[in-house]
């Protein structure tokens, strides 16, 4: 246990978290997402779980990762199949974690489930949740922490 650091993060997690970069993407997936195979087409090549909803890893992940502010796509949700306008709970409940960890609202945007895919193999790294709702899938792309002020 480390103080000040959310307990959902585990140690192979913050490890990642870590040591990724400006711009590297990251993928906080549902039980029904292909994991696994595309865990292994990343840069980390493991996939890493925690077992909980969507909404409280993105909560836990965010406390320690910021979001990209140099693109539109840093936070994004895969869209439903056939209604892509549509934002179901897991999506809205994301949306809520999402605007928390940055104190304003910061929407994400959609992407086609297939153009999803894709994105995920050049991510990073996958965290697989237990999330058993449908289009619970998220990326999030890493900001920078500016130095302090001086």
Known sequence: MLKGVNPL????VLQVLRAMGHGDD???????????S????????????????????IAAVLSVYPLDTFVDDAAARME????????????QEAQAAIDRANGEPWPMISIER?????????????????ER???????????VIPPDAD
Do not use: M, W
């Open 9 to 12: 993060l585990n140690a192979d």
């Open 114 to 130: 297939y153009a999803f895919y894709e994105r995920a193999k050049q991510a990073y790294a996958v965290i697989q949740t237990h």
């Open 26 to 36: 990251l993928i906080i997936a549902d039980t029904n997402f292909p994991s696994e």
């Open 80 to 91: 439903i199949v056939g209604d892509p306008d549509t934002i179901p709970p897991v999506q």
């Open 133 to 143: 709702r449908f289009y619970g899938c998220f990326a999030f792309r890493k900001g």
């Open 38 to 57: 595309v865990a292994k087409a990343t840069a980390h090549g493991k996939l890493l779980r925690i077992d909980r909803g969507a909404a409280d890893v």
